[in-house]
C-alpha cells in the first residue's frame, strides 16, 4: 500500500498547486467563519423562538376549544335526558323525511314556511343549550328545551295534516272534474 501511495505521488509530482494565496486570504477566510457562528447562533435563537410560538398557539388552540360557544344538550345532563333527547330527536328526523317525500308543486310553499318556523325554534334551542351550560340547576332551562323539542314535533305533525288535507281536497276535486 506504502508503494501505491509513492506512485500515485510520483504520477502527480509537478501537478500540485504550490501558488501562495492572495495577500488577505487568511483574513477573508476567518471572517467567513466568524459570519458562519453569527448565522448559525442566529438561527438556533430563531429554533427557539419557532418552538415556543409552536407551543404557545397550540395551548390558544386547546384553550379556545375548551371555551367555545358551544352549548350543553340535554345528553350531557343524564342518561334519562339523552334518551329523551335521542326520541325527541329521531321522531324529528322522522317527520322531515316524511314531509320531504310529499314535497311537490302544491306543498313547496307550506313546507318551506314550516322550515323557516323550524329554524327559529333551532335557533332558541341553541341559546337555550348557552343557557343550560352555564346553569345546568336551572329545571326551567330543561324544561324550555323539552318544550322546544315539542313545539318542533306539533308544527311537523301539524304540517303533515295540512299536506293530508292539500291531498284530499286535490283528490275532490279530480273526482269532481270526471
Excluded: C
Amino acid at each position: 500500500m506504502k508503494d501505491n501511495l509513492e506512485n500515485i505521488f510520483k504520477n502527480l509530482e509537478n501537478q500540485f498547486d504550490i501558488e501562495e494565496p492572495t495577500i488577505g486570504h487568511f483574513n477573508r477566510f476567518e471572517a467567513k467563519l466568524n459570519n458562519s457562528s453569527t448565522t448559525k447562533k442566529s438561527y438556533r435563537l430563531f429554533s427557539y423562538v419557532a418552538f415556543a410560538a409552536s407551543v404557545v398557539l397550540l395551548f390558544g388552540f386547546w384553550l379556545g376549544a375548551s371555551f367555545s360557544n358551544k352549548g350543553m344538550e340535554l345528553a350531557g345532563i343524564s342518561t334519562e335526558m339523552e334518551e329523551t333527547q335521542n326520541y325527541f330527536v329521531s321522531v324529528i328526523k322522522t317527520e322531515l323525511s316524511t314531509i320531504e317525500n310529499e314535497r311537490n308543486s302544491t306543498t313547496e310553499k307550506l313546507i318551506n314556511d314550516t322550515l323557516e318556523q323550524l329554524k327559529k325554534l333551532e335557533t332558541q334551542y341553541t341559546t337555550l343549550t348557552l343557557e343550560l351550560k352555564e346553569s345546568t340547576e336551572d329545571k326551567r332551562i330543561i324544561y324550555a328545551m323539552i318544550s322546544n323539542f315539542q313545539q318542533r314535533i306539533t308544527i311537523l305533525q301539524s304540517l303533515l295534516d295540512q299536506i293530508e288535507d292539500v291531498k284530499q281536497s286535490k283528490k275532490q276535486n279530480d273526482e269532481n272534474y270526471v
